[in-house]
């Protein structure tokens, strides 16, 4: 189903109280952002580790290409998931992941990861 809003936090956070997953799509997790139920610093997984199927209902939120998601929508976000690409890390990047992609083919990849249910 696809819905409209006026206020995207709000409404995000109304979904993660009524136990939707929220998930942020970014290369990286924002910077001092804490888990409210783990107390520690968030990171961003990459999408083939994400769980997927119906008793994971998810909420994915795209940004927009030349900024990515505005501050309060990340905050409302329960956690985030990159692309990974196939570089390994260079010695200290955590980030490693594919950095920028049209927002459209980047909603291609993660509906096709969501919808097909495998990693």
Known sequence: EIYSTTNL?????????????????????????IDETTGELVKCQDLNQVDVGPSNPTILVLGSEGH???KLVARACSGFVKIPSNIAPSSGDSQAGVDS????????IFLWHFLSGKE
């Open 9 to 33: 936090p709000r409404t995000l956070n109304a979904a993660k109280e009524n136990g939707w997953r929220v998930l942020g799509a970014a290369a990286s997790a924002p910077s001092g952002m």
């Open 101 to 108: 992609l049209n927002v459209s083919v980047t909603a291609g």
């Open 68 to 70: 990515g998601l505005r």
